[in-house]
Protein backbone atom coordinates (compact mmCIF):
# COMPACT_ATOMS: atom_id res chain seq x y z
CA UNK A 1 0.00 0.00 0.00
CA UNK A 2 3.04 2.24 0.99
CA UNK A 3 5.06 1.56 -2.37
CA UNK A 4 1.22 2.53 -4.35
CA UNK A 5 0.90 5.66 -2.40
CA UNK A 6 4.42 6.43 -2.96
CA UNK A 7 3.93 6.00 -6.59
CA UNK A 8 0.99 7.84 -6.99
CA UNK A 9 2.44 10.37 -5.34
CA UNK A 10 6.48 10.67 -7.71
CA UNK A 11 3.39 10.34 -10.80
CA UNK A 12 1.86 13.27 -9.89
CA UNK A 13 4.72 15.38 -9.30
CA UNK A 14 6.72 14.25 -12.74
CA UNK A 15 3.21 15.48 -14.28
CA UNK A 16 3.07 18.71 -12.15
CA UNK A 17 6.52 19.70 -13.84
CA UNK A 18 5.53 18.64 -16.99
CA UNK A 19 2.60 21.29 -17.06
CA UNK A 20 3.73 24.14 -14.83
CA UNK A 21 7.69 24.18 -16.18
CA UNK A 22 7.43 26.68 -18.72
CA UNK A 23 7.72 25.48 -22.28
CA UNK A 24 10.94 27.20 -22.62
CA UNK A 25 13.05 25.60 -20.28
CA UNK A 26 12.10 22.17 -21.33
CA UNK A 27 12.80 22.90 -24.75
CA UNK A 28 16.26 24.60 -23.81
CA UNK A 29 17.73 21.11 -22.35
CA UNK A 30 15.87 18.96 -25.24
CA UNK A 31 17.15 21.57 -27.67
CA UNK A 32 14.93 23.65 -29.81
CA UNK A 33 14.16 22.95 -33.68
CA UNK A 34 13.97 25.97 -36.05
CA UNK A 35 10.42 26.11 -35.30
CA UNK A 36 10.90 26.75 -32.11
CA UNK A 37 13.22 29.83 -32.72
CA UNK A 38 10.26 31.45 -35.23
CA UNK A 39 7.81 31.43 -32.50
CA UNK A 40 10.22 32.59 -29.54
CA UNK A 41 11.58 35.43 -32.14
CA UNK A 42 7.83 36.51 -33.21
CA UNK A 43 6.81 36.92 -29.62
CA UNK A 44 10.14 38.41 -28.22
CA UNK A 45 11.39 40.97 -31.19
CA UNK A 46 11.32 44.12 -30.55
CA UNK A 47 11.37 45.12 -34.05
CA UNK A 48 7.77 43.45 -34.31
CA UNK A 49 6.76 44.55 -30.76
CA UNK A 50 7.86 48.39 -32.53
CA UNK A 51 6.00 47.32 -35.93
CA UNK A 52 2.63 46.03 -33.42
CA UNK A 53 2.45 49.73 -32.24
CA UNK A 54 2.82 51.11 -35.55
CA UNK A 55 -0.47 49.06 -36.41
CA UNK A 56 -2.27 50.38 -33.20
CA UNK A 57 -0.93 53.80 -34.20
CA UNK A 58 -3.19 53.79 -37.71
CA UNK A 59 -6.02 52.15 -36.13
CA UNK A 60 -5.96 55.06 -33.59
CA UNK A 61 -5.84 57.06 -36.92
CA UNK A 62 -8.83 55.63 -37.82
CA UNK A 63 -10.82 56.54 -34.66
CA UNK A 64 -9.82 60.50 -35.17
CA UNK A 65 -10.90 59.68 -38.27
CA UNK A 66 -14.68 58.38 -37.69
CA UNK A 67 -14.82 61.21 -34.52
CA UNK A 68 -14.34 63.83 -37.29
CA UNK A 69 -17.87 62.51 -38.77
CA UNK A 70 -19.44 62.95 -35.46
CA UNK A 71 -20.73 66.65 -33.86
CA UNK A 72 -19.11 68.52 -30.70
CA UNK A 73 -21.49 68.63 -28.05
CA UNK A 74 -20.63 71.16 -25.17
CA UNK A 75 -21.98 72.00 -21.32
CA UNK A 76 -21.89 75.22 -21.04
CA UNK A 77 -22.31 77.21 -17.75
CA UNK A 78 -21.96 80.96 -15.81
CA UNK A 79 -22.65 82.69 -13.01
CA UNK A 80 -22.40 86.40 -12.42
CA UNK A 81 -22.86 88.38 -9.84
CA UNK A 82 -23.39 92.32 -9.39
CA UNK A 83 -22.02 94.40 -6.79
CA UNK A 84 -22.56 98.17 -7.29
CA UNK A 85 -25.96 98.98 -7.30
CA UNK A 86 -27.32 101.79 -10.25
CA UNK A 87 -30.58 103.69 -10.66
CA UNK A 88 -31.00 103.82 -14.32
CA UNK A 89 -30.85 100.19 -15.32
CA UNK A 90 -32.88 97.88 -14.15
CA UNK A 91 -30.38 94.98 -13.32
CA UNK A 92 -30.23 91.78 -11.28
CA UNK A 93 -28.26 90.94 -8.31
CA UNK A 94 -26.94 86.98 -9.82
CA UNK A 95 -27.47 85.63 -13.34
CA UNK A 96 -27.39 82.30 -13.33
CA UNK A 97 -27.47 80.58 -17.04
CA UNK A 98 -26.91 77.39 -18.38
CA UNK A 99 -27.14 75.00 -21.83
CA UNK A 100 -26.14 73.12 -24.46
CA UNK A 101 -24.36 73.41 -27.70
CA UNK A 102 -23.91 71.21 -30.61
CA UNK A 103 -21.33 72.04 -33.43
CA UNK A 104 -21.10 70.29 -36.70
CA UNK A 105 -18.89 71.56 -39.38
CA UNK A 106 -18.04 69.35 -43.00
CA UNK A 107 -16.88 70.24 -46.53
CA UNK A 108 -19.48 70.10 -49.18
CA UNK A 109 -16.44 67.86 -51.21
CA UNK A 110 -16.68 65.70 -48.64
CA UNK A 111 -13.29 65.69 -47.35
CA UNK A 112 -14.06 63.45 -44.15
CA UNK A 113 -15.04 60.71 -45.77
CA UNK A 114 -12.40 60.98 -47.76
CA UNK A 115 -9.97 61.13 -44.75
CA UNK A 116 -11.37 58.43 -43.13
CA UNK A 117 -11.49 56.25 -46.12
CA UNK A 118 -7.96 56.73 -46.27
CA UNK A 119 -6.96 55.88 -42.79
CA UNK A 120 -8.86 52.34 -43.30
CA UNK A 121 -6.29 52.00 -46.32
CA UNK A 122 -3.48 52.69 -43.73
CA UNK A 123 -4.48 50.41 -41.41
CA UNK A 124 -4.30 47.82 -44.09
CA UNK A 125 -1.11 48.66 -45.11
CA UNK A 126 0.11 49.06 -41.58
CA UNK A 127 -0.94 45.20 -41.55
CA UNK A 128 1.27 44.24 -44.57
CA UNK A 129 4.00 46.10 -43.43
CA UNK A 130 4.24 44.11 -39.75
CA UNK A 131 3.65 41.15 -42.02
CA UNK A 132 6.61 41.95 -43.97
CA UNK A 133 8.47 42.90 -40.90
CA UNK A 134 7.91 39.23 -39.22
CA UNK A 135 9.17 37.76 -42.71
CA UNK A 136 12.60 39.93 -42.79
CA UNK A 137 12.52 38.73 -39.08
CA UNK A 138 11.81 35.06 -39.59
CA UNK A 139 15.27 34.93 -42.64
CA UNK A 140 17.39 37.00 -39.66
CA UNK A 141 16.60 33.62 -37.36
CA UNK A 142 16.91 31.09 -39.68
CA UNK A 143 19.94 32.86 -41.21
CA UNK A 144 21.45 32.72 -37.21
CA UNK A 145 20.10 29.22 -36.44
CA UNK A 146 21.88 27.63 -39.82
CA UNK A 147 25.38 29.60 -38.83
CA UNK A 148 24.99 27.83 -35.42
CA UNK A 149 24.83 24.60 -37.24
CA UNK A 150 27.51 25.62 -39.79
CA UNK A 151 29.70 26.10 -36.88
CA UNK A 152 29.00 23.13 -35.19
CA UNK A 153 29.25 21.22 -38.20
CA UNK A 154 33.05 23.15 -38.51
CA UNK A 155 33.74 21.50 -34.94
CA UNK A 156 32.71 18.07 -36.02
CA UNK A 157 35.52 18.57 -39.37
CA UNK A 158 38.54 19.96 -37.00
CA UNK A 159 38.17 17.37 -34.42
CA UNK A 160 37.88 14.73 -36.88
CA UNK A 161 41.12 16.51 -38.64
CA UNK A 162 42.73 16.39 -35.51
CA UNK A 163 42.44 12.97 -34.73
CA UNK A 164 43.80 12.17 -38.12
CA UNK A 165 46.54 13.85 -37.72
CA UNK A 166 46.89 12.42 -34.59
CA UNK A 167 47.11 8.95 -35.75
CA UNK A 168 49.47 10.47 -38.35
CA UNK A 169 52.08 12.50 -35.76
CA UNK A 170 51.89 8.47 -33.36
CA UNK A 171 52.49 6.83 -36.98
CA UNK A 172 55.67 9.32 -37.90
CA UNK A 173 56.40 8.51 -33.63
CA UNK A 174 56.94 4.94 -34.41
CA UNK A 175 58.88 5.14 -37.66
CA UNK A 176 61.25 7.70 -36.43
CA UNK A 177 62.32 5.39 -33.51
CA UNK A 178 62.92 2.59 -35.48
CA UNK A 179 64.97 4.77 -37.86
CA UNK A 180 62.32 4.44 -40.95
CA UNK A 181 61.82 8.59 -41.21
CA UNK A 182 64.20 11.31 -40.55
CA UNK A 183 63.15 13.56 -37.35
CA UNK A 184 61.68 16.33 -39.66
CA UNK A 185 59.00 14.28 -40.87
CA UNK A 186 57.81 13.91 -37.16
CA UNK A 187 58.24 17.41 -36.93
CA UNK A 188 56.16 18.21 -39.67
CA UNK A 189 53.42 15.82 -38.20
CA UNK A 190 53.99 17.39 -35.08
CA UNK A 191 52.90 21.26 -36.28
CA UNK A 192 50.29 20.22 -38.81
CA UNK A 193 48.57 19.00 -35.47
CA UNK A 194 49.63 21.82 -33.18
CA UNK A 195 47.84 23.83 -36.04
CA UNK A 196 45.08 21.58 -36.59
CA UNK A 197 44.50 21.94 -32.97
CA UNK A 198 44.23 25.86 -33.30
CA UNK A 199 41.66 25.73 -35.88
CA UNK A 200 40.05 23.57 -33.42
CA UNK A 201 39.86 26.48 -30.82
CA UNK A 202 38.36 28.64 -33.45
CA UNK A 203 35.91 26.61 -34.62
CA UNK A 204 34.85 26.35 -30.68
CA UNK A 205 34.54 30.10 -30.53
CA UNK A 206 32.96 30.79 -33.79
CA UNK A 207 29.94 28.29 -32.39
CA UNK A 208 29.73 30.50 -28.98
CA UNK A 209 29.63 33.53 -30.78
CA UNK A 210 27.13 32.31 -33.48
CA UNK A 211 25.07 31.02 -30.56
CA UNK A 212 25.21 34.50 -29.29
CA UNK A 213 23.91 35.93 -31.89
CA UNK A 214 21.22 33.63 -32.02
CA UNK A 215 20.23 34.28 -28.85
CA UNK A 216 20.08 37.94 -29.05
CA UNK A 217 18.34 37.33 -32.50
CA UNK A 218 15.68 35.32 -30.58
CA UNK A 219 15.66 36.47 -27.14
CA UNK A 220 16.67 33.55 -25.53
CA UNK A 221 18.80 33.50 -22.05
CA UNK A 222 21.25 31.06 -20.49
CA UNK A 223 22.65 28.18 -22.19
CA UNK A 224 21.07 26.00 -24.38
CA UNK A 225 21.20 23.64 -27.38
CA UNK A 226 19.62 23.56 -30.86
CA UNK A 227 18.52 20.66 -32.70
CA UNK A 228 19.17 19.56 -36.11
CA UNK A 229 16.74 18.19 -38.84
CA UNK A 230 16.57 14.40 -39.52
CA UNK A 231 18.07 14.92 -42.84
CA UNK A 232 21.06 16.75 -43.23
CA UNK A 233 19.60 18.63 -46.11
CA UNK A 234 16.00 17.80 -48.05
CA UNK A 235 15.17 18.12 -52.05
CA UNK A 236 12.63 19.97 -53.81
CA UNK A 237 10.90 19.27 -56.76
CA UNK A 238 11.76 21.85 -59.82
CA UNK A 239 10.27 25.16 -59.63
CA UNK A 240 8.82 27.26 -62.89
CA UNK A 241 10.94 30.56 -61.78
CA UNK A 242 8.18 32.54 -64.26
CA UNK A 243 5.50 30.90 -61.23
CA UNK A 244 7.45 32.26 -58.21
CA UNK A 245 8.04 35.53 -59.52
CA UNK A 246 4.29 35.66 -60.27
CA UNK A 247 3.66 34.07 -56.97
CA UNK A 248 6.17 36.76 -55.33
CA UNK A 249 4.49 39.81 -56.64
CA UNK A 250 1.16 38.60 -55.94
CA UNK A 251 2.06 37.44 -52.57
CA UNK A 252 4.51 39.68 -51.08
CA UNK A 253 3.53 41.89 -48.33
CA UNK A 254 5.99 44.65 -49.26
CA UNK A 255 4.30 44.65 -52.97
CA UNK A 256 0.59 44.91 -51.24
CA UNK A 257 1.98 47.75 -48.97
CA UNK A 258 2.91 49.67 -52.14
CA UNK A 259 -0.30 49.12 -53.63
CA UNK A 260 -1.96 50.17 -50.85
CA UNK A 261 0.41 53.57 -50.12
CA UNK A 262 -0.24 54.36 -53.96
CA UNK A 263 -4.07 54.33 -53.16
CA UNK A 264 -3.18 56.40 -50.33
CA UNK A 265 -1.74 59.05 -52.05
CA UNK A 266 -4.27 59.06 -54.50
CA UNK A 267 -6.92 59.54 -51.88
CA UNK A 268 -4.41 62.38 -50.50
CA UNK A 269 -4.63 64.06 -53.93
CA UNK A 270 -8.77 64.00 -53.57
CA UNK A 271 -8.72 65.59 -49.95
CA UNK A 272 -6.29 68.32 -50.91
CA UNK A 273 -8.50 69.09 -53.83
CA UNK A 274 -11.42 69.62 -51.61
CA UNK A 275 -10.06 72.26 -50.00
CA UNK A 276 -11.27 74.86 -52.55
CA UNK A 277 -15.21 73.52 -51.68
CA UNK A 278 -17.15 76.01 -49.33
CA UNK A 279 -17.49 74.28 -45.57
CA UNK A 280 -20.48 74.62 -44.08
CA UNK A 281 -20.98 74.72 -40.38
CA UNK A 282 -24.14 74.37 -38.00
CA UNK A 283 -24.90 75.04 -34.39
CA UNK A 284 -27.65 74.84 -32.11
CA UNK A 285 -27.65 75.91 -28.22
CA UNK A 286 -30.50 75.56 -25.59
CA UNK A 287 -29.48 78.13 -22.67
CA UNK A 288 -31.82 78.64 -19.62
CA UNK A 289 -31.58 81.34 -17.73
CA UNK A 290 -32.52 82.65 -13.89
CA UNK A 291 -31.85 86.22 -12.30
CA UNK A 292 -32.41 87.60 -9.14
CA UNK A 293 -34.46 89.17 -9.16
CA UNK A 294 -36.20 88.25 -12.10
CA UNK A 295 -37.56 91.23 -14.33
CA UNK A 296 -41.09 90.68 -15.51
CA UNK A 297 -39.74 90.72 -18.91
CA UNK A 298 -36.86 88.34 -18.81
CA UNK A 299 -36.85 84.84 -20.73
CA UNK A 300 -35.59 82.51 -19.02
CA UNK A 301 -35.18 79.82 -22.10
CA UNK A 302 -33.94 80.02 -25.46
CA UNK A 303 -33.15 77.68 -28.27
CA UNK A 304 -31.31 78.78 -31.60
CA UNK A 305 -30.09 76.57 -34.90
CA UNK A 306 -27.40 78.82 -36.91
CA UNK A 307 -25.56 77.81 -40.35
CA UNK A 308 -22.72 79.46 -41.71
CA UNK A 309 -20.66 78.51 -44.97
CA UNK A 310 -17.41 79.50 -45.26
CA UNK A 311 -15.78 79.66 -48.56
CA UNK A 312 -12.32 80.95 -48.96
CA UNK A 313 -11.79 83.01 -52.12
CA UNK A 314 -7.81 84.10 -51.71
CA UNK A 315 -5.04 81.92 -50.02
CA UNK A 316 -1.71 83.04 -51.39
CA UNK A 317 -1.16 80.28 -53.43
CA UNK A 318 -1.40 77.27 -50.59
CA UNK A 319 -3.73 74.82 -51.85
CA UNK A 320 -2.20 74.88 -55.37
CA UNK A 321 0.83 74.11 -53.70
CA UNK A 322 -0.81 71.29 -51.88
CA UNK A 323 -2.11 69.57 -54.41
CA UNK A 324 1.36 70.01 -56.19
CA UNK A 325 3.00 68.29 -53.11
CA UNK A 326 0.52 65.52 -52.92
CA UNK A 327 0.38 64.79 -56.76
CA UNK A 328 4.26 64.20 -56.26
CA UNK A 329 4.06 61.83 -53.55
CA UNK A 330 1.62 60.38 -55.63
CA UNK A 331 3.99 59.67 -58.57
CA UNK A 332 6.57 58.76 -56.10
CA UNK A 333 4.03 56.14 -54.59
CA UNK A 334 3.69 54.99 -58.41
CA UNK A 335 8.00 54.99 -59.13
CA UNK A 336 8.46 53.16 -56.06
CA UNK A 337 6.04 49.97 -56.88
CA UNK A 338 7.35 49.79 -59.98
CA UNK A 339 10.66 49.78 -58.69
CA UNK A 340 9.78 47.25 -56.25
CA UNK A 341 8.26 44.90 -58.18
CA UNK A 342 11.54 44.87 -60.58
CA UNK A 343 13.50 44.35 -57.20
CA UNK A 344 11.32 41.60 -56.06
CA UNK A 345 11.97 39.94 -59.70
CA UNK A 346 15.62 40.14 -59.74
CA UNK A 347 15.52 39.00 -55.86
CA UNK A 348 13.40 36.32 -56.69
CA UNK A 349 15.49 34.90 -60.04
CA UNK A 350 18.77 35.13 -58.13
CA UNK A 351 17.89 32.91 -54.96
CA UNK A 352 16.25 30.28 -57.30
CA UNK A 353 19.54 30.35 -59.22
CA UNK A 354 21.78 30.12 -56.08
CA UNK A 355 19.24 27.26 -55.22
CA UNK A 356 19.18 25.78 -57.94
CA UNK A 357 23.40 26.04 -57.93
CA UNK A 358 23.51 24.40 -54.62
CA UNK A 359 21.41 21.63 -55.33
CA UNK A 360 23.13 20.56 -58.27
CA UNK A 361 26.66 20.69 -56.91
CA UNK A 362 25.31 19.21 -53.79
CA UNK A 363 25.88 15.44 -55.21
CA UNK A 364 29.34 16.07 -56.95
CA UNK A 365 30.69 17.22 -53.27
CA UNK A 366 29.24 14.17 -51.73
CA UNK A 367 31.26 12.08 -54.00
CA UNK A 368 34.28 14.20 -53.62
CA UNK A 369 33.96 13.71 -49.55
CA UNK A 370 33.41 9.83 -50.61
CA UNK A 371 36.83 9.67 -52.77
CA UNK A 372 38.61 11.70 -50.65
CA UNK A 373 38.13 9.92 -47.70
CA UNK A 374 39.08 6.49 -49.25
CA UNK A 375 42.28 8.32 -50.71
CA UNK A 376 43.46 9.63 -47.17
CA UNK A 377 42.93 5.70 -45.71
CA UNK A 378 44.55 4.73 -48.62
CA UNK A 379 47.75 6.84 -48.57
CA UNK A 380 47.37 6.08 -44.36
CA UNK A 381 47.83 2.56 -45.51
CA UNK A 382 51.00 3.06 -47.65
CA UNK A 383 52.56 5.08 -45.09
CA UNK A 384 52.28 2.83 -42.62
CA UNK A 385 54.38 0.35 -44.81
CA UNK A 386 56.71 3.28 -46.01
CA UNK A 387 55.40 3.16 -50.01
CA UNK A 388 54.07 7.03 -49.24
CA UNK A 389 55.79 10.56 -47.06
CA UNK A 390 53.68 12.05 -44.62
CA UNK A 391 53.59 15.34 -46.73
CA UNK A 392 51.15 12.57 -48.76
CA UNK A 393 49.06 11.84 -46.05
CA UNK A 394 48.96 15.65 -44.86
CA UNK A 395 47.69 16.79 -48.26
CA UNK A 396 45.37 13.78 -47.96
CA UNK A 397 43.96 14.94 -44.63
CA UNK A 398 43.63 18.26 -45.91
CA UNK A 399 41.68 17.41 -49.30
CA UNK A 400 39.29 15.61 -46.86
CA UNK A 401 38.33 18.48 -44.34
CA UNK A 402 38.23 20.66 -47.63
CA UNK A 403 35.97 18.73 -48.99
CA UNK A 404 33.67 18.17 -45.52
CA UNK A 405 34.13 22.10 -45.51
CA UNK A 406 32.55 22.54 -49.11
CA UNK A 407 30.01 19.87 -48.35
CA UNK A 408 28.60 21.30 -45.34
CA UNK A 409 28.44 24.88 -46.57
CA UNK A 410 26.65 23.92 -50.00
CA UNK A 411 24.31 21.59 -47.78
CA UNK A 412 23.56 24.67 -45.25
CA UNK A 413 23.75 27.40 -47.94
CA UNK A 414 20.82 25.03 -49.43
CA UNK A 415 18.78 24.82 -46.93
CA UNK A 416 18.85 28.74 -46.18
CA UNK A 417 18.12 28.72 -49.81
CA UNK A 418 14.75 27.38 -49.29
CA UNK A 419 13.93 30.05 -46.31
CA UNK A 420 15.55 32.46 -48.97
CA UNK A 421 12.95 31.63 -51.67
CA UNK A 422 9.82 31.47 -49.25
CA UNK A 423 10.53 34.78 -48.07
CA UNK A 424 10.95 36.56 -51.59
CA UNK A 425 7.74 34.74 -52.71
CA UNK A 426 6.00 36.07 -49.61
CA UNK A 427 4.85 32.58 -47.92
CA UNK A 428 7.74 31.93 -45.54
CA UNK A 429 5.27 33.27 -42.22
CA UNK A 430 2.36 31.61 -43.90
CA UNK A 431 4.21 28.02 -43.57
CA UNK A 432 5.82 29.17 -40.00
CA UNK A 433 2.34 30.09 -38.73
CA UNK A 434 0.35 27.06 -40.84
CA UNK A 435 2.48 23.79 -39.07
Do not use: C
Not at 50 to 76: C, F, G, H, Q, W
Not at 79 to 88: A, E, I, K, Q, V
Amino acid sequence: MVRVAITLIMGIIIVGLVVFLPQERISATQGYTLNDLYRIALQRAEVIMISKDNLYVSERTKDKAVSALMPRISIIGGYTRYFLPTDNIVRPDDVISGGVRVDQSFSLAGREFIALRGTRVGVDKSKYDLYAVKEKYLLRVASAYYDVRSAKGEIEIAAAHVERLTGHRDAAAKRFKVGEVTKTDLLRAEAELAGAKSELIMAENALEIAKAILARVVGLTGDFVIRDSNARYKNIAAHDLNLLKKTALAERAEMRSSILQSKMAEKEVRHTKGAYWPTLSMEAVYMRTEENPAHPLFIEESLHVGFRLNFLIFDGGLRRAEIRQTKARQRQAELLREDLRKSINIEVESIYLDLMTQKGILEFLENQVIFAKDNFDLISRKYEFGLATGIDVMDASALLVTSKRQLSEAAYNYELSLVRLKRATGTLLESVEGR
